[in-house]
């Protein structure tokens, strides 16, 4: 009997994985296509910071309420009505395109599009992040992480290639019929399971949103888990999010140089995240995250100190095993100290301080990086990434608010 219940509930994590891997495919590709296409339309920094405020803003508005929802309302319903919103936007865009003929008027829309998309993942998001702790044990978190974040990266590793075939031999808008297609899977696939409800909430929406906020102040390693979440996606523009123009000032202007770099980064990334599923049982998150970021600032001053393009891309796979290695270390941390009526709401934190931070660093990075060296902006924030792990190192020490952890 036990052993039946066992593998009943990894049955249902691996479906919940994949479905949401399938989705994150298309997401991702309608997310590259954008921004190589204002990448290599314009070769203007501030059109991608655009792109990058218009994605991301919407998301950190709606994640505190959605995180909140995502507590007091059904999960599997936020999830499959975001999922069908954010491809019902997609698919009307795909229309919509040769209405636009001229390149500014098209640019404006597929920002509009972006924000729309955004508003859905702040929804979505929290939703998804606090499924995962009710369908798998608590020692088992740190492994699943990491094996979700292998799995993601493996689809993201995927999809620059794609992306660049498509582009090759289709267009825009053949990328976004890809996200149409995926998303139809990804809720096939995920309606017909049966998920754990979380323990519903007493106060409206937006009291949930404050109790949400007092609660992660009130524990400190809550508050300080999150705060090095936004500083670290903060950090990681100038060698992560702007490497496109990086490759494409330094190294080369074709789909072959960025889409290079970007399956190099992705291939690191899953590295990192299986990497992270083996060490789960052996090592917590306190004790890995100092040492990731340590690693994740290293490779960016290497990065931007690199003058061939194949020793880039080699320190490009080691800068997303770190990134992997960070990412799930703080997801597993989250989880053990939020309690269980609370994930959604201190996931949807999580989400709107990544959705603030990282349009923040587009805005501060990539309008300066017109202006100044690239390389020394990644020298820089790899620097500022070796203060961060010191910050996790101190945050570890500080004793759990939560019986037992």
Request: hydrophobic share 55%; net charge positive; proline share 5%.
């Amino acid at each position: 009997m036990a052993g039946n219940k066992k593998e009943a509930w990894q049955a249902r994590a691996a479906i919940f994985l994949i479905s949401q891997c399938i989705t994150l495919f298309g997401s991702t590709l309608v997310q590259m296509a954008v921004v190589w296409y204002a990448t290599m339309e314009t070769a203007s920094g501030a059109w991608v910071a655009a792109f990058t405020v218009c994605a991301y803003v919407p998301q950190f508005l709606f994640s505190l309420p959605g995180g909140a929802w995502a507590d007091r309302y059904s999960r599997k319903a936020l999830i499959i009505g975001a999922d069908a919103a954010i491809a019902a936007v997609t698919l009307a865009m795909v229309f919509m395109l040769p209405l636009y003929t001229a390149q500014r008027a098209r640019l404006v829309a597929l920002l509009g599009m972006s924000t729309l998309r955004a508003i859905g993942a702040g929804i979505q998001t929290p939703a998804v992040n606090a499924v995962l702790p009710g369908l798998v044990p608590p020692k088992q978190r740190m492994r699943y992480n990491g094996i979700n974040a292998a799995m993601q990266a493996a689809v993201q590793f995927a999809a620059p290639a794609v992306a660049a075939a498509v582009f090759s031999l289709g267009t825009l808008a053949s990328t976004l019929l890809i996200d149409v297609a995926t998303a139809a899977v990804g809720i096939a696939l995920f309606a017909p399971m049966r998920l754990p409800q979380p323990i519903p909430g007493s106060s409206s929406a937006p009291a949930g949103i404050k109790a949400g906020i007092r609660y992660a102040l009130k524990n400190r390693r809550i508050a300080r888990w999150l705060l090095l979440h936004g500083l670290f996606t903060f950090l990681c523009v100038p060698a992560g999010f702007l490497s496109g123009l990086f490759v494409r000032r330094t190294f080369g202007d074709t789909y072959w140089h960025l889409t290079a770099a970007e399956v190099a980064g992705f291939a690191g990334m899953a590295a990192g995240g299986a990497a992270m599923s083996c060490l789960g049982k052996r090592a917590g998150g306190a004790a890995v995250l100092p040492y990731a970021l340590a690693a994740f600032g290293t490779f960016a001053v290497a990065m931007a100190a690199a003058q061939g393009f194949a020793l880039y891309i080699a320190l490009m796979f080691g800068y997303g095993a770190a990134l992997s290695a960070a990412q799930a270390s703080l997801t597993t941390l989250l989880q053990q100290e939020a309690e269980e009526s609370m994930q959604g709401r201190v996931f949807g934190l999580a989400g709107a301080l990544y959705a603030a931070f990282l349009p923040a660093g587009m805005a501060a990075f990539g309008p300066l990086c017109d202006a100044v060296p690239l390389r020394a902006l990644m020298a820089f924030s790899g620097g500022a990434l070796f203060l961060l792990a010191a910050f996790a190192f101190a945050a570890a020490r500080l004793p759990s608010c939560r019986p037992g952890q």
